[in-house]
């Protein structure tokens, strides 16, 4: 009975988070392109905190693949 019970908690928060994303207003491309061009914050993106390592690229490791016309 107890599993039975956690299976329904399960869907219950399951729904609760589709619910939640489903409430978020949709915006259409050009409005998401105004947003970004503007400098807003576009609702429902996550913020990354990405910066550059100013270090020299790594030699691949890799052979290089040759051209169709090389073969």
Known sequence: ????NDAE???????DAADAIVEQ?????P??????QAGEEVP???KLD?????EHPTVSQMPR?????EK
């Open 25 to 29: 207003p949709s915006l259409s491309f």
């Open 50 to 54: 990405i910066k550059p390592c100013q």
């Open 1 to 4: 009975m107890e599993q039975q």
């Open 9 to 15: 908690v399960v869907r219950e928060s399951e729904s």
């Open 31 to 36: 409005e998401v392109f105004r947003m970004i």
């Open 65 to 69: 693949k040759s051209k169709p016309w």
């Open 44 to 46: 429902g993106l996550q």
